[in-house]
């Protein structure tokens, strides 16, 4: 081959090679108006709607401790008891004085019953007849007062066993088994699991957009795989005065039947508030937006018009940013194409193939 014919060639395989590189796969998806979100990001933590450190209504020395931090316990159960064996005597006294009343009672009706029966006829006075009568209610009244004297005390007993108010999860204990407590005296902390919530901080700046009902998208940074939707339930407009936030409390579904999702308070959240702006307009997919250090925003529009297909960079101003959508306030219209996929080196004018075909 002669020089001339190979430079030809070598000059034939350069712009071949051009050609193949001009045509840069892309894909593309068309401009389209859609209603507009305001999306606000928070973080918070789960929180329960119920946390009380217990303790018992007299004092005593701790008997018997059989539930530590991080057991499991249901309404009523037991979870500490005090020594109550001078209680117990001293109940087993007043039930002795209820039955020795009682005792009392039949007898003074008895014998005023006899009384009134024969009444004068065998020489009983009216006046010890009524005698009799009074007696029958001093026994009675002494009958009820003793009778609520052991019912006081079967109170004292019943209160030397701590008992679980609702159903949770032991969060702190500290009490030790034969130490003396006092009322008032914390001895354990127990914490609900069921209908837990989502404590969130917003920014002043977003509390006059919040209100009730809001739909809130909830991922656990401890089970990051999942997602649950929840709804504003709560906005309290008592602001935190260092940080200038406000607290949102989010109700959420997290029993799922056949996956429930597993959380504890403490745990950390985030939070994604969407609010509908009430609006619509043009939108498009955040990987089509480019940013630059000098503050430019550009989207790459496909004229598909021709064959192939060309590019050409235009500036966009942006809007709100929700669900990886991003709103373009200018720079677009609907109907328009945009690159989504392989527009990091693409030129100004350059032709493209569109994976897929035409949008």
């Known amino acids: 081959m002669s020089v001339h014919h190979r430079a030809v060639a070598a000059l034939f395989l350069m712009l071949l090679s051009v050609i193949v590189v001009a045509d840069v796969p892309v894909q593309v998806e068309p401009v389209s108006n859609r209603t507009i979100v305001r999306q606000i990001n928070v973080t918070g933590t789960v929180t329960s709607p119920r946390t009380a450190v217990l303790s018992t209504a007299v004092a005593g020395l701790v008997a018997e401790l059989t539930i530590d931090e991080g057991h499991r316990v249901e309404t009523g159960q037991a979870l500490l008891q005090l020594d109550a064996e001078l209680a117990q005597l001293a109940l087993e006294r007043a039930l002795a004085e209820v039955r020795q009343r009682e005792t009392a009672v039949a007898d003074a009706r008895r014998r005023f019953a006899e009384a009134e029966k024969v009444g004068t006829q065998r020489g009983i006075a009216r006046t010890q007849i009524e005698s009799l009568r009074a007696e029958v209610s001093n026994d009675e009244a002494a009958l009820v007062a003793s009778q609520a004297a052991a019912r006081e005390q079967q109170a004292i007993v019943a209160r030397h066993t701590l008992k679980a108010p609702f159903a949770g999860v032991i969060s702190e204990r500290y009490a030790e088994l034969g130490e003396w ?12 699991t069921d209908n837990l919530r989502f404590d969130f901080r917003v920014g002043q700046e977003n509390f006059a957009a919040l209100s009730p009902d809001i739909p809130v998208e909830i991922t656990l940074d401890a089970v990051s795989e999942r997602s649950v939707s929840g709804r504003v339930d709560t906005i309290v407009p008592v602001k935190d ?41 043009v939108a498009v997919s955040r990987d089509a937006i480019l940013r630059f250090p000098d503050g430019r925003v550009t989207v790459w529009v496909v004229d598909t018009g021709g064959d192939p297909p060309v590019v050409h960079e235009r500036v966009v101003r942006t809007g709100f940013e929700f669900d990886g959508i991003v709103e373009i306030t200018n720079g677009l219209a609907d109907g328009d194409v945009v690159v989504v996929r392989g527009n990091e080196t693409l030129q100004e004018g350059q032709t493209v193939s569109i994976l897929g075909g035409n949008p």
Do not use: C, H, Q, Y
């Open 181 to 192: 407590v006092n009322p008032g005296n914390g001895l354990l902390e127990l914490v609900a």
């Open 241 to 281: 005065p260092s940080a200038r936030t406000f607290l949102v409390r989010v109700l959420a579904d997290t029993t799922e039947a056949d996956n429930p999702l597993r959380i504890t308070p403490g745990m950390s959240a985030r939070g994604k508030l969407n609010i509908d702006t009430g609006r619509s307009g």
